[in-house]
Structures are given as C-alpha cells and as structure tokens.
C-alpha cells in the first residue's frame, strides 16, 4: 500500500473502531436474549429454596447426646441407638449443616460419626466426622441440579 504512514495509521484505526463497535454490539444483545429463554422454564425452580433430607447418622460408640443444625434451627436426636434416622430440611446451593455429639463415656479416646443424606432430588451425600472425645463440626455441602436436566 503506498501512501503516507499516518494516513494508513488512521485508516486502520478507524476499521478497527467500527469492528469493535460492531462486535460491542452483537455480544451485548445475546445474553440479554439467552436470559430471557433460560429464566423462563426454570422460574418455578428458582422458588425453590430447601429440601427435605432423610438421613441416617451411625455412631462408633453410645453417645449422650446428639444434635443436629441445618436452616438455624437445632434438631436434638434420641441417644438410645447407634444408629439414628429421621429427615432434615437442607438449603439448596451451599448449605451448612452442624453437627455436636457427646459421647456416653468421656474418655478421650478417637471416634466417628457417619452421616448419610439422601436429599430429594440429589445423590446421596456421606461424610464421616470423626474427633477425639466428643465431637463437634460442620459439613458444607454443594447441592446443585445439573444444568442438562
């Protein structure tokens, strides 16, 4: 190309200015539109915020007592068995859930706890807590529904 440098300089900066604004243009404009197509079908989802959770805890020795937290309310378990079942609400997303057990013998000695959840609508969760003398801990979960569902 012959001509002046500056000329040329100008040139393509100018076809790249109206690239760009062109380019500007058509990305802003389709998540717009792709929100509009997601958020429809999944609105009633959205107004989902918990699940109920069955669950089973089994304990490597006689516990005390046992208590359980999810959605800040406290839910205090009958201590008799080894093995305790029953259902939890649980927040979808991130949810936290506590767990505190004193054990029936005070000794320091190391012990367990399994916890199994089988949310409504999710796999299965387990986690195994485990401290010397009582127990005391949190488990933060990740229940999400897959995107191609």
């Known amino acids: 190309m012959r001509g002046s440098p500056l000329i040329r300089t100008l040139i393509v900066l100018i076809t790249l200015i109206v690239a760009g604004i062109g380019l500007s243009s058509l990305g802003s404009r389709r998540p717009a539109d792709n929100r509009a197509q997601t958020t429809t079908p999944s609105e009633p989802q959205a107004n ?3 699940v109920t959770s069955p669950f089973v805890l089994t304990l490597s020795a006689p516990a005390k007592s046992v208590t359980l937290e999810s959605l800040g309310q406290t839910y205090p378990f009958d ?7 029953g259902s ?5 997303g991130h949810p936290t859930l506590f767990i505190d057990i004193e054990w029936a013998n005070q000794d320091p000695s190391p012990r367990f706890a399994k916890l199994v959840l089988e949310p409504n609508g ?3 969760q387990t986690k195994t807590f485990d401290a010397t003398g009582d127990l005391s801990d949190v488990w933060e979960l990740h229940l999400h529904h897959d995107e191609h569902e």
């Open 122 to 124: 999710f796999p299965t």
């Open 88 to 92: 939890l609400p649980i927040e979808l």
């Open 48 to 50: 989902l915020t918990s």
């Open 79 to 85: 201590a008799s068995s080894q093995t305790i079942s």
